[in-house]
């Protein structure tokens, strides 16, 4: 039996929160996959559930994914919880920014669904 996983997604492009959604759903069993629309409403979800992975975008309003990133490595509930931090912003400094926040892996959009799969196959094994 496939064992079930909890996913937060943090999006505010509703096509690629929902496609992110579809994907996830269809190639693992989820206990639990939530889509925040907002920074903010990341950190209420982070704040009221406990997820095995995090994927967030990096522009989004009310809190960006760096600013949530910092605040997921601070807090010890999620401290050394996974994060996938999924953008448009594939210029180095981005990456390096993004890197000492503290994310666990980067994939810069346009994404292929087999680079999301891979990635989260290989940060929860």
Not at 53 to 67: C, Y
Not at 103 to 121: H, S
């Amino acid at each position: 039996m496939q064992q079930k996983i909890s996913v937060l997604i943090a999006e505010d492009e509703r096509f690629i929160s929902h496609a992110l959604k579809e994907i996830i759903r269809r190639n693992f069993a989820c206990d639990r996959l939530d889509i925040a629309n907002d920074g903010a409403e990341a950190m209420g979800f982070l704040k009221s559930y406990s997820y095995d992975i995090a994927i967030l975008d990096w522009n989004m309003p009310n809190k960006t994914g760096d600013e949530v990133l910092v605040d997921i490595r601070s807090a010890s509930k999620t401290s050394s919880m996974p994060v996938i931090m999924l953008t448009a912003r594939s210029d180095k400094d981005s990456v390096i920014t993004a890197v000492q926040a503290g994310t666990t892996d980067y994939i810069a959009k346009p994404f292929k669904q087999g680079d999301i799969l891979q990635r989260i196959k290989r940060l929860l094994s």
